[in-house]
């Protein structure tokens, strides 16, 4: 291997990535940014379903303790040693500020250890990049992204690898975090995401209308949909809108839950497709439509997004490989390692530096 200028010289590059910035601590070694040789996620889903969210402080300390056994895993299931790693990529932003750190941390001290150079990687070109984790076609550009996770809801514009432009957000919730509010209010299990989309199986998607955000262009407003699905289902039991809404669970038949799942669902969903229509009307030249991020798990958009890439189901939400597939790109587009003393000092908060 040999490494000049930011770019690479040899055709197999084997990258370490990590990724803690919410509530998963995963590691995973990726070949030349296409080839997954371990991907390890110990999520932590089991510690907050008991409260309905996550608790960053106990994120924190989780992976603390999960962090270095999952490194190792990751290096044993690749049958690899810290020989056979030529750099460690590592989420830097954005996301919880303890689960970050302990991510940060360990990738410092490891690049430090190892003599390897550090990358550090913004977690939604993470989540675009695992759209590359593919034997299929990968994506062409220009294109557009779709990112929906808990934390984002952005459309954005790739010219190519590593360029970036946020022509779409959302002025308040992101769509997953609506997703894991309103299944709360139904009285479903965190995260949201999968179980709404478990409970709308049995439900009927026309049962419940709800608005649609009145946002101009291409931006996103989610916290009203919450509110008119809470409206309606204080409606539906005959409660005051004063009734608080942790009691209305209570209230509610299995299949109004399953009504309610799928008619947010739908919702949801066509608000999406209808944003992306724009988007894709006004960027005719685009070849490709891409979608990442948790909420890129779920079937009914799945459906309704039919010629669009997704990442294979199991690399929607948060891991290791995508952060390396990230770094690998960057590499190819010439960025620089970070130095390993000074990371942190100056977060990069925006996709787009
Ligand atoms: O990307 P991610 O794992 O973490 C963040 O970066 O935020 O996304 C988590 C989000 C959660 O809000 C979760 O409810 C949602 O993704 N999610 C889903 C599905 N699976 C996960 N939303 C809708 N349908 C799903 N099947
Ligand atoms: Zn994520």
């Not at 770019?7 to 995963?26: F, H, Q």
Request: charged share 20%; hydrophobic share 40%.
């Amino acid at each position: 291997m040999d490494f000049y200028r930011g770019m690479w010289y040899n055709l197999s590059v084997k990258i370490l990535g990590i990724e803690t910035s919410c509530d998963e601590t995963a590691a995973a070694i990726v070949e030349d940014g296409a080839k997954i040789l371990s991907n390890v996620v110990v999520s932590q889903i089991d510690i907050f379903k008991e409260y309905g969210g996550v608790i960053p402080e106990v994120a924190a300390r989780s992976h603390l303790e999960a962090m270095m056994p999952v490194v190792n895993k990751a290096l044993s299931d690749a049958s690899c040693t810290w020989d056979d790693i030529d750099a460690i990529a590592v989420t830097h932003a954005p996301g919880l500020l303890g689960s970050l750190l302990i991510g940060t941390l360990t990738a410092r001290t490891l690049a430090v250890l190892h003599n390897k150079p550090l990358y550090a990687v913004h977690h939604l070109k993470s989540h675009v990049y695992a759209n590359w984790l593919t034997d299929g076609p990968i994506p062409e550009f220009p294109l557009l992204a779709l990112v929906i996770s808990g934390g984002h809801t952005q459309i954005l514009y790739m010219p190519g690898h590593n360029q970036f432009e946020i022509i779409g957000t959302t002025h308040d919730d992101a769509v997953g975090e609506c997703f894991d509010k309103v299944a709360k209010i139904l009285g479903l299990s965190y995260p949201g995401g999968p179980s709404i989309a478990k409970a709308a199986l049995k439900g009927d998607a026309s049962k419940y209308k709800f608005p649609h955000p009145k946002v101009e262009g291409l931006d996103f407003s989610f916290s009203g949909l919450k509110t008119a699905v809470l409206r309606a289902v204080q409606k539906d039991v005959g409660v005051p809108i004063s009734y608080p809404s942790h009691q209305l669970m209570g209230l509610l038949s299995e299949q109004q839950v399953s009504d309610f799942a799928a008619s947010f669902q739908r919702t949801a969903v066509e608000i999406l497709a209808e944003k992306m229509e724009m988007a894709r009307r006004e960027h005719p030249e685009v070849k490709s439509i891409v979608v990442a991020g948790g909420v890129s798990a779920n079937e009914e958009l799945r459906k309704v997004f039919k010629d669009a890439f997704f990442p294979v189901p199991s690399l929607s939400g948060d891991n290791g490989a995508m952060v390396g597939t990230a770094a690998y790109y960057e590499i190819q587009s010439g960025v620089k390692p970070t130095d390993p003393y000074t990371l942190n000092i100056y977060p990069r908060v925006s996709i787009e530096n």
